[in-house]
């Protein structure tokens, strides 16, 4: 069952409640710890590039993925996108499907050797920073740029998924989300690290002539970090008469769409959604809603082009 995260996660700092969630923290800890002595496999047929976080859920890292996964094939690369099978996340990949090549297995390492045999060059992995199996030759963490580090604790006292001192150990790190700027997380992360190398990305509407800006809109989705979309939307003059949102990945009932419809009605709306929620409605519920398009771009692409061919 999918749950919304905890409200005090994204406190700059922790509460009481996080304190006092501390101890249940330790399995996580140990867990991390006990990845550093797995052995992981090394292949020399193929480049491998993960693109994961440490804060859980809505920092972007399937957008980015298709798009480094563009900007590597046109270096004369053969690409394909992995990501580990998980039946509530077909919206992800029916998006990497429309985009790129996709291996998509319950286990990582059995679509990285199916992309070895199918002479892929560069396989870039959608998330797996935290499975120890793989060897990566470059490692992305990825932050949103509206939460941050949160309130800086593990799960469940937090939204981390390990300390963010670890930041050490990979290679980049992306700051992903709408455009605004990201000076104050900069300054939080290289607090860590302050050598690490940090890539800035946005994301810009590319359908934006769909859209009439006389019109209000309803907005609806379930994603992990829906505030950026709704960012994006303020930024780009759209009127919002509401904003009803859902757990990341939820899988709308034919219930759900009449409401939001009977909502937008009542509210002399149009109806707009996201890429990612759009792919998981019905064809029949899907009539009458838009979805906005997105590209994300690159702040300091040719620096970041640079950087990938001095690694592969």
């Known amino acids: 069952m999918k749950i919304k995260k905890p409200y005090f996660w994204d406190l700059q700092k922790p509460n009481i409640l996080s304190y006092f969630l501390l101890p249940f923290t330790a399995p996580i800890i140990l867990n991390n710890l006990l990845l550093k002595f797995k052995k992981k496999e090394v292949f020399e047929d193929i480049k491998t590039i993960c693109v994961g976080n440490i ?21 004369n690369y053969k690409t394909c996108v992995i990501k580990k099978y998980y039946k509530t996340q077909s919206d992800e990949q029916k998006l990497i499907k429309n985009n790129t090549k996709l291996y998509c297995f319950k286990k990582r390492i059995i679509a990285l050797k199916e992309a070895i045999k199918d002479g892929i060059s560069v396989a870039l992995f959608d998330d797996g920073l935290q499975d120890g199996s793989i060897n990566y030759d470059i490692k992305f963490v990825c932050f949103n740029n509206a939460k ?84 994006t939307l303020i930024q780009n003059n759209f009127d919002i008469s509401k904003d009803i949102r859902f757990p990341d990945h939820y899988q709308y009932t034919k219930n759900d769409i009449n409401k939001i419809k009977l909502f937008a009605k009542d509210l002399g709306s149009k109806i707009l959604t996201t890429e990612k929620d759009y792919l998981r409605l019905s064809k029949e519920d899907a009539q009458g809603i838009t979805y906005l398009s997105v590209n994300m771009s690159i702040k300091n692409e040719n620096e970041l082009i640079n950087f990938i061919k001095s690694k592969i």
């Not at 804060?55 to 270096?75: A, D, F, M, R, V």
């Not at 300390?163 to 900069?186: M, R, S, T």
């Open 55 to 75: 804060y859980i859920g809505g920092t972007g890292k399937t957008p980015l993925t298709i798009k480094l996964s563009q900007i590597i094939e046109k270096l």
């Open 148 to 231: 941050g580090i949160g309130n800086g604790f593990i799960i469940p006292a937090g939204p981390l998924r390990e300390k963010i001192n670890n930041i050490n150990k990979y290679d980049a790190i992306f700051i992903n989300g709408a455009q605004k700027d990201n000076h104050n997380l900069i300054e939080i992360l290289k607090e860590f690290n302050k050598d690490i190398k940090i890539f800035e990305t946005f994301y810009e509407p590319i359908n934006i002539e769909k859209f009439k800006r006389e019109d209000r809109y309803l907005i609806f989705s379930g994603i992990g970090n829906p505030d950026t979309f709704k960012e």
